[in-house]
C-alpha cells in the first residue's frame, strides 16, 4: 500500500577538508515536516571521482533506537519499532580520497528519492514525500612536499620519518611513510 502525503524531506550533505589518501567523515543531515511515523529508510550515497565510500554510522542527532545498515552501497537506516522520523545529522558517510587526487573539490551527493519521491517505510506502507537533496563536497587540500605522513602539517613527526628513512640506508621509502605516526 501506498500513501502521498504532503510534507516534505531535505537532505544536506556537508562540506569538508580532506588529504589524498585519507579518510573523510562526511555528515547528513535530514530536515522534514513528517507527521507520520517509520521504521526505515534508505539514502544511497554518490560521489565524484577520487572519493570512494567505505561505510556509514550513526549521526549525533539520529536518536536511541535507530541503526544503521550498510550493504553493497546502500545505506539503511531502521529500528524494530516504528518511531517519528529524526531530524539533524542523521548519518555520517566515510570516504577514502584517492591517493592520487588532485586539489580541488570533488562532489558528494545522494539518492534517497523513488521516481515519486522520498520514501519513509513503516511496515508494509510506504510514505512518499517531496524532498530535494543539497550537495555537499570534499576540498582535496594540496599536498606540500615537506609533509611525508600527509596528515596537514609539517611537524617534528615529518621530521622523524625523514630522519628514520635517511639513518636507515633503505630505499624503501613506502615502508617509511606507513610508520604508526601517519
Avoid: M
Amino acid at each position: 500500500e501506498v500513501k502521498t502525503v504532503n510534507p516534505t524531506a531535505t537532505y544536506t550533505v556537508a562540506s569538508v577538508e580532506a588529504n589524498p589518501g585519507k579518510s573523510v567523515d562526511v555528515a547528513v543531515t535530514l530536515e522534514h515536516t513528517i507527521v507520520k511515523t517509520a521504521d526505515n529508510f534508505v539514502i544511497v550515497p554518490n560521489a565524484a571521482e577520487g572519493l570512494t565510500f567505505t561505510g556509514a554510522k550513526a549521526g549525533k542527532d539520529l536518536g536511541a533506537g535507530w541503526s544503521v545498515l550498510v550493504d553493497e552501497g546502500t545505506v539503511t537506516v531502521y529500528r524494530d519499532e516504528a518511531a517519528v522520523i529524526p531530524t539533524g545529522e542523521v548519518i555520517i558517510l566515510t570516504y577514502t580520497v584517492s591517493e592520487d587526487a588532485e586539489a580541488g573539490d570533488l562532489a558528494v551527493t545522494l539518492n534517497a528519492f523513488g521516481d515519486d519521491g522520498c520514501v519513509f517505510v513503516n511496515g508494509e506502507t510506504a510514505l512518499r514525500v517531496d524532498g530535494t537533496v543539497t550537495a555537499g563536497k570534499v576540498t582535496v587540500k594540496a599536498l606540500n612536499p615537506g609533509d611525508l605522513n600527509k596528515d596537514g602539517e609539517i611537524d617534528l613527526i615529518d621530521l622523524i620519518i625523514l630522519r628514520r628513512h635517511l639513518a636507515s640506508g633503505n630505499g624503501n621509502w613506502t615502508a617509511y611513510q606507513t610508520l604508526p605516526y601517519k
